[in-house]
Structure formats: structure tokens, C-alpha cells
């Protein structure tokens, strides 16, 4: 048995011998995180997910750490804290962290313009007019060019294929521009030039647009640095933070542990056989892909994210492994959408003075999720992390972020 199943092992024994005896842990109630359990439980038996993995973590210190259900109900397997899932969206932070290590080796300036770098992206063009029936469109000329502030924030103008608009879903699949989710066989920079002749929503600055910023963003990681996305994320952040379970495809050994996708069919849970989004297979992760999204491709387990949110937490550091200055830190989680109606940083989503009355989480806090009910957060002020994991296509219920959010916050008791 590995020491790194064994640490498991003791950290879940002491969590469950503290909540028997109703012991506070690093200031938080093992009697009151109890009411995570049963709320999960009861989102299983109502059919919301078929199992889940959730870990808290506070003071640098796990203080929850649980499986539930199954994951794969028509095997009776039963979910693992070490299970893998598609954290699809949530690559964009990890994405993000790169870029930024590249501006700490002066690779850029934040408002340099993309195409300064991919020049396919000069002169881009709004979309003004579309043609459903033929896809044909008019565009005219946007008032300033797109520049990598703008990619991180998501201000860009540019939108999403497969889940974006219907004008920009038509646009992009008629182009061959993927969404990233699952998608293997083609090349990152062959595809983002394509993308960088293409209309945008609106002009850059104008407004918050969740759109491929981030895959674009992840091509620029691969000019600047030489490597391959993958090749960066596994050398610079992946060895360094211990993230021993993160990857674009996983390695045949650890395809077992991939939790099936699910999807609710007249009220009832089924593993989803067909293809998803953009015509892709639901066990991409499984293949031998050379498509490295940076927006959407990885696959992880909830211990080797909270590793990737406590270095943020650790203002840069994390095991003795310096990723980032503080400075970088604070201007990543710094808002850079002022007020519009999405409060974002230079990667995460964050929590502001604007929108703190929405739920417990402290100013400060950072956060997004991904496609498949996956969700995260980290609050710098009660020094916590907080991850739940589940693997659901369209789910129906991603409301189960925030119950899990007040949940975890009403077990603070110091």
C-alpha cells in the first residue's frame, strides 16, 4: 500500500473519531459538518448524482474528507476520495497560474495585445448581423484590439463553442473550432489561430463574456515557454505541488479509477453512452489525446486540486515550492471587471463588496466549477478550502454548490 493511501487512510480515521466524539477542529464543529453527510445523502437518494467526493480544508489542515454513493451504480462500485473526475472549466485556473508564471519571467505585459504574439488576432471584427439559415454574418471593426488582461478576465468578446450563443455555436462548428471538452485529436495553436480570424460578441472591455479566453490563453503558454501545455503543467506546476493525479489523458494505470459520466433521464440516473457536447466521447480522458486545453481539458482528484488552491492561500508557496511572488497573488485576486455583473481576477471568480450579500463566503474568496458539477472555493480570511465533486452531464442540480457552501460555513464555530 502507497504512503500516499496510507496518509489517506489515517486522515479519514481521525476526521471520523472526531465526529463520534462531537471535537472541534481547527475551529470548525465535527458534530455540525455531520450535516454535510446527510444532505449529500439525501441528494443521492433523490437522484441528483449517483455519489461524491468532498473535502474541506482549513488552517492548511483537512478537517472533512469523505466519499459518498457510488461511482458507477450499474458495477455497485463504490465512490473512493481518490476517485478521478473531468474538472473540465476548473483548468482554467491552472491555466492561468502558468501565465502568470510567465509574466513573473517577463514573457508579457498584462495589456500587450494578442497579437502581438498569435497574429491572427490583429484587426478583430463584432459580430453585427447573423443568418441563421446559412450562417453567414457581417461584422465591423472593433474600437481596440484584444490583449491578454482581457483573455484573463473574460472581457475578450470572444465566446464559447458548443455552449456558447447559437449565432457563435453555428460560427465555430462551421470553422471546426472546439469547445475543449474532450476534444483530442486536433492541435491547440492550429485551432486558435482559426479562432483569432473569427468574429467576437462585443468589443474588449465592454462587458463579461465566458468564452475559449483560456484555451487561447494556454497556446500563449506554449509560445512563450517552448512546451506543451501538458509538458508545462506537468514540469512547473504538477511535480512541484505534489498533484500526482492531474492530467490531459490519463496513464493506463489510473483509468480504473475515472468516475463514469451520468446523466438524469426521466427522473432516473444513466452512464451516458453517447457523445457529448461538441460529438466527443465521455471517456476522453481515457484516450491518447494531443489536445491540451487550457480552458477545459484536465481530469483530477479533490486532494491534488485543494494542493493547486492552498498554494493561492500560501500567497505563492506551497511544500516548500515557490510557484508565485505575493504581489502576483494579490493583483490575480485583485477584481479586474470593476462593476460588472461577474466580479472576476486574473483567473477565478471573486467575491467583492458588490456581490458579498449572495452568500456566506468572505471578501477575498475565489471560486468557479466545472461543466460536470464540480465545484470549489478558497476564502483567504477563515483560511479554507472547499471542494465537492460529482460527474453529471447538464446537470439539473448544480444548486448543490451552494448548499454545500452554507453548510460548510455553519460548522465555523470559532
Known sequence: MSKHIIALLIVASTLASAQNQGQVIE???????????????????????????????????????????????????????????????????????????????????????????????????????????????????????????????????????????????????????????????????????????????????????????????????????????????????FKPLGMKDTYFYLPDNKHQRLVPVYEEVNGKLAKVTHQIYDNVDPWYPRLKGQYYSGGAGLSSTAEDYSKFLQLFLNKGEYNGKRLLSRKTVELMLTNQTGDMATQFGLGFELETALNDYQDPTSIGSFSWGGAFNTTYWADPKENLVALLYTQIYQSHHREIGSLFKALTYQAIVD
Open 27 to 237: 475551529g470548525m464543529s465535527t458534530e455540525r459538518l455531520a450535516r454535510i453527510d446527510t444532505r449529500i445523502q439525501q441528494a443521492i437518494k433523490d437522484n441528483w448524482f449517483p455519489g461524491a467526493v468532498v473535502l474541506i480544508i482549513r488552517n492548511n489542515k483537512p478537517v472533512y474528507f469523505k466519499s459518498f454513493g457510488k461511482s458507477d451504480l450499474e458495477a455497485s462500485t463504490d465512490m473512493k476520495r481518490d476517485n478521478i473526475f473531468r474538472i473540465a472549466s476548473q483548468t482554467k485556473a491552472i491555466t492561468s497560474l502558468a501565465v502568470m508564471m510567465m509574466y513573473e519571467e517577463g514573457k508579457f505585459q498584462l495589456d500587450d495585445p494578442v497579437s502581438k504574439f498569435i497574429p491572427e488576432f490583429r484587426n478583430p471584427q463584432v459580430l453585427s448581423e447573423f443568418n441563421a439559415n446559412d450562417t453567414t454574418y457581417k461584422t465591423t471593426p472593433a474600437e481596440k484590439e484584444i490583449t491578454i488582461r482581457h483573455l484573463l478576465t473574460h472581457t475578450s468578446g470572444i465566446s464559447y463553442a458548443a455552449i456558447g450563443s447559437s449565432e457563435f455555436n453555428a460560427i465555430y462548428a462551421k470553422a471546426s473550432v472546439p469547445s475543449g471538452i474532450g476534444n483530442a485529436f486536433a492541435n491547440l495553436g492550429d485551432k486558435m489561430k482559426i479562432l483569432g480570424k473569427l468574429p467576437i460578441k462585443h468589443t474588449p472591455g465592454e462587458s463579461f463574456t465566458y468564452g475559449l479566453n483560456v484555451d487561447v490563453l494556454g497556446y500563449l503558454v506554449e509560445i512563450w515557454s517552448g512546451l506543451t501545455l501538458s509538458d508545462f503543467f506537468e514540469t512547473q506546476i
